[in-house]
C-alpha cells in the first residue's frame, strides 16, 4: 500500500493501492509511518513521493465516504479522516526535507491536495490534475482551497475549484500547479536527476531556506527577521564553514 526506500541522502515514498491509490485509513496509518521514519533519521534532505499505480492518487475513498455519511456518527468520523489528512500533508510541508510530488498519472482531490503540500511538483504531460470535490457537493478540505490559492493565486483557484476543472499536464505547469511538465517516459528520470541536484546542498541550507519561504505565508511572522536568524545559524555551521573554504580553494 505505502512502501519506504532511502538511496543515500534521498527518501522515496511509493503509493501502491491498488487500483487509484484511494486515501482510507490504513493508508493514513501506513503513510504516517513512512514519514516516522524520515524524521527518525538525520542523513536525509530529500523525499520523493510516487506512485507505483498509473494513478498518482485519486483523493479519498469515496465507497468509505458514502458508507459513513448517511449518519451524525458516520459523518463525524469523516470529519475525524479529514483532519487527519490535514495533519498528514502539513508534516509534509513542515519537513526539513524538501519534497517532490511526482505526478505520472492523474492526481484528483486529495491526491492533488497531497502534490500541492510538496515543495516542488513534476507532472507528466498526459497527466491529469484537479480538485473536482464542488461538482459532488464537497469542498477541498484537506489543504486544497489553502493551498492552490497560496501556490497558484487567486484566480487559478477559483477557476479550479469553483469550475471544478481537470487540466493536463502542460496546463497545470501554465497554472503553477506544478513546476515543470515533461513526458510520461521522463519523468521517473527526470524527477531523480532533480533530487539528486536538489540534495547535493546542504541540508541545514535548505532547511533554513524552507523556514524562510514559508513565512511569507505565515501571519504574524517577519519574514526578514527569519532570514537573519537562519543566516546566524548556517553561518555558526561546520557544514556552511566547510563548503565556503571548499569553494574558495578552487
Avoid at 498526459?126 to 497560496?150: C, I, S, Y
Avoid at 477557476?159 to 476543472?165: H, N, S, T
Avoid at 548556517?234 to 564553514?241: D, F, K, N, P, V
Wanted: charged share 25%; glycine share 8%.
Amino acid at each position: 500500500m505505502i512502501s519506504f526506500m532511502v538511496s543515500g541522502p534521498v527518501a522515496t515514498i511509493t503509493l501502491d493501492r491498488p487500483p487509484v491509490n484511494a486515501i482510507n485509513e490504513e493508508w493514513l496509518d501506513r503513510f504516517g509511518a513512512a514519514l516516522d521514519q524520515t524524521e527518525a533519521r538525520d542523513d536525509l534532505s530529500v523525499l520523493i513521493i510516487r506512485s507505483a499505480q498509473k494513478v498518482f492518487c485519486a483523493g479519498a475513498d469515496l465507497a468509505l465516504m458514502r458508507s459513513r455519511f448517511e449518519t451524525v456518527k458516520g459523518r463525524n468520523q469523516m470529519i475525524a479522516m479529514v483532519r487527519r489528512i490535514q495533519a498528514l500533508y502539513a508534516r509534509i510541508e513542515r519537513s526539513n526535507l524538501v519534497s517532490i510530488a511526482e505526478i505520472g498519472g492523474a492526481a484528483m482531490g486529495g491526491g492533488l491536495e497531497l502534490a500541492l503540500a510538496c515543495d516542488l511538483r513534476v507532472i507528466s504531460k498526459t497527466a491529469k490534475v484537479g480538485l473536482p470535490e464542488a461538482a459532488l457537493g464537497l469542498l477541498p478540505g484537506a489543504g486544497g482551497t489553502q493551498r492552490m490559492t497560496a501556490r497558484c493565486g487567486d484566480d487559478t483557484a477559483r477557476r479550479l475549484i469553483l469550475g471544478a476543472e481537470v487540466v493536463d499536464g502542460k496546463t497545470a505547469q501554465q497554472l503553477r500547479v506544478a513546476q515543470w511538465c515533461v513526458s510520461a517516459a521522463e519523468i521517473a528520470d527526470f524527477t531523480t536527476a532533480l533530487s539528486e541536484r536538489v540534495s547535493a546542498a546542504s541540508p541545514q541550507a535548505l532547511g533554513q531556506c524552507k523556514r524562510c519561504i514559508g513565512a511569507v505565508t505565515a501571519s504574524g511572522v517577519d519574514g526578514f527577521e527569519v532570514e537573519i536568524d537562519g543566516t546566524r545559524a548556517l553561518l555558526e555551521s561546520a557544514e556552511t564553514q566547510r563548503r565556503v573554504h571548499k569553494f574558495l580553494e578552487k
